[in-house]
């Protein structure tokens, strides 16, 4: 990630999240950067995400602490 766009990331409001669909891929920031999972369950307070190659399930209540992946489309 270039330094514009991390600096644009942490300028954005906090909240309000959004709510995300179920199973939806997403990139949470954390301590140690960017990781990839799946929304498990989503509402206005936050989102929880399992993050299978960590092992572990996080919630998240900060928007600029997540990143939305484009959607799969079936063909």
Not at 8 to 13: G, K
Not at 58 to 72: G, M, Q, T, W
Request: proline share 5%; glycine share 6%; with cysteine.
């Amino acid at each position: 990630m270039s330094v514009q766009t991390e600096r644009q990331r942490l300028e954005m409001p906090a909240h309000p999240l959004l709510v995300l669909e179920r199973n939806q891929e997403v990139k949470i920031y954390m301590g140690a950067g960017w990781a990839k999972g799946k929304v498990i369950r989503s509402d206005l307070d936050g989102c929880t995400v399992r993050l299978p190659q960590l092992q572990r399930t996080v919630r998240v209540r900060d928007a600029r602490n997540i990143s939305f992946l484009p959607l799969k489309q079936d063909c």
